[in-house]
């Protein structure tokens, strides 16, 4: 064991190296040895359809007003109304209303640089309806398989209580720990239940998604992790009806470094993600895709397997990535602190907690506030 330890603080490789190691050890892990197997907004391209509204008191849908729809949507304490022209959100035009009963928080806001024009912008109090919304399903709660380059994988599924096809739902995935499978997130073996708590606290506004990884980890070979959730965004947002300026990603170990890779490759695909106890083990963090994505971290002070200071790497690449500055403000719940400067819309949330490499009981209300805040 210290050997594997040390191999950590030598080189990126070797760490890498170590996660797969540890596998099926479960060093990473806490939970059960089961063997079972939001688009974000863009910024200057978004377009507000030819009669401008509001999505919520201040909501934008990039560099031109969304309209919401023909009803009223909420975006903070003010009920913003629109016109009937429908505003062009989410990624790459798809069509998103500011009704169907999305709610927007305090304030909504479309980002704040210039992402290019391949994108739709698509603010906190904006919706963007997948092309599942108003067809039927054939998808139902429970383990499924897809192929990806064919390979089979392994996901398990779970839809809201009473899934109404014409409401646009958050898409969540959660991504287990070396050692863990699906069914542990899944079944909630370690913090606050299933899917880390979220999916009680979600209250049925939310779809969730357990991925099963290759040999009980995420080490994205060859870009197979990442390939693996694209098949599963395409799949869920042709067949269900999910809210693509609303898709998030969570982690503990090497599910929170899973989420750091989709962080850095998907940041134009997924609004938030909320790693913890991470590194950039599962690819590096090298992607181009210069998309700011809002996130939220936890890491343990004295953790001997994933070290702080490779957690500190990881956190500082989507400081870059998100353009904030090095001062922080508290926030709820101590320690955790907010960076300033960020462009409004991606904050970056970092929880350094008295503890060693386990996942941060605290975390699960916060989390959840963090994710549905946007």
Known sequence: MARLLVSIAQSHQRKFALLVGLNAMALFGCGSQS??????????????????????????????????????????????????????????????????????????????????????????????????????TTLQSGRATIDVSGTSREYILALPSGYDASHPYRLIFAFHWSGGTDDDVASGTIIGGPYYGQQSRSAGSAIFVAPNGINMGWPNTGGQDIAFVKAMVALFESSLCVDQA???????????????????????????????????????????????????????????????????TARDKFLAKNGCGTQTTPVTPSPCVQYQGCMPGYPVTWCEFSGGHMPWSAAPDPLWAFFSQF
Do not use: Q
Not at 288 to 297: E, F, G, K, R
């Open 35 to 136: 063997s079972s197997g939001g688009g974000t907004g863009g910024t200057t391209s978004g377009t507000g359809g030819t009669t401008t509204g509001s999505g919520g008191a201040t909501g934008t849908g990039g560099s031109a007003s969304g309209t919401g729809g023909a009803a009223s949507g909420t975006g903070g304490t003010s009920s913003g109304t629109g016109g009937t022209t429908a505003a062009t959100g989410g990624r790459g035009g798809t069509t998103a209303t500011g009704g169907v009963g999305g709610t927007g928080g305090a304030k909504a806001t479309g980002g704040a640089g210039a992402l290019g024009g391949a994108t739709g912008a698509a603010g906190s109090g904006s919706v963007s309806p997948s092309a599942g919304c108003g067809t039927a």
């Open 246 to 312: 609303r898709i998030f990603s969570l982690g503990f170990s090497y599910g929170g470094m899973m989420s750091d890779e989709i962080g850095t490759e998907m940041g134009d695909v997924f609004r938030a993600i909320a790693p913890m106890s991470d590194a950039c083990y599962s690819g590096g963090c090298k992607a181009t895709n210069n998309h700011p994505i809002a996130v939220w971290m936890a890491h343990g002070d004295s953790d001997t397997v994933v070290p702080i200071a490779d957690g500190m």
